[in-house]
């Protein structure tokens, strides 16, 4: 079955870019009605999406979020990637990478998820 | 936003009781309404989509209903594994997808 994996800088200076990127495992990240997510979670909060790709090249960020956000596809790699520019430590987080799989019927939903990485706004 | 609210924030109980999980969305989404089960230190899990559909491998004691803006999550006899925190979501809206604050299930 498919299988998801973030990996990336633990640590990040304020100012700077987080870089995250999340291999796909079991499956090709090209085929199938899929847009690929990263979904965010501080530390003892609640769950913040943050934006997605599909195959189309078709992108949607979170407005909160949109002036500062790049998701990017390396089907080579069978990899997608998060950049976040301009970090404070209000973007410390566990952020994790998403399927979000779609129904005929338009229905959508997270699944599978990787197991999550923290990255840590620090000077 | 579609802002999502969930109650109750938490709540206390015992194995082998009935749990009632509340989520209202600020305007009507229909049926899209997923439900998600987070353990401490894992990635959460879907356990209901379009507000009613039963994952593949969840437990058939966890239910899900609703549509327009008011949804429940019923655990018909609660489990030691199942305490964890629940979060929906809906899937209407793509500007921005949102999820509820989360209902905590721990144990009485």
């Known amino acids: 079955q498919v299988q998801l994996q973030e990996s990336g800088p633990g640590l990040v200076k304020p100012s700077q870019t987080l870089s995250l990127t999340c291999t796909v495992s079991?499956?090709?990240?090209?085929?199938?009605?899929?847009?690929w997510s990263w979904i965010r979670q501080p530390a003892g909060k609640g769950l913040e999406w943050i934006g997605r790709?599909?195959?189309?090249?078709?992108?949607n960020y979170n407005p909160s979020l949109k002036s500062r956000v790049t998701i990017s596809i390396d089907t080579s790699k069978n990899q997608f990637s998060l950049k976040l520019s301009s970090v404070t430590a209000a973007d410390t987080a566990v952020y994790y990478c998403?399927?979000?799989?779609?129904?005929?019927?338009?229905?959508?939903?997270?699944?599978?998820w990787g197991q999550g990485t923290l990255v840590t706004v620090s000077s | 936003d579609i802002q999502m609210t969930q109650s109750p924030s938490s709540l206390s109980a015992s194995v082998g009781d009935r749990v009632t999980i509340t989520c209202r969305a600020s305007q009507s989404i229909s049926s899209y309404l997923n439900w998600y089960q987070q353990r401490p230190g894992k990635a959460p899990k879907v356990l209901i989509s379009a507000a009613s559909t039963l994952q593949s491998g969840v437990p058939s004691r966890f239910s899900g209903s609703g549509s327009g803006t008011d949804f429940t999550l019923t655990i018909s006899s609660l489990q030691p594994e199942d305490f964890a925190i629940y979060y929906c979501q809906q899937s209407y809206s793509i500007s921005p997808i949102t999820f509820g604050p989360g209902t905590k299930v721990d144990i009485k």
């Open positions: 790709w599909f195959i189309s090249g078709s992108t």
């Open positions: 998403a399927r979000y799989s779609s129904s005929e019927r338009g229905e959508n939903w997270f699944d599978p």
């Open positions: 079991g499956g090709s990240i090209s085929s199938g009605n899929y847009y």
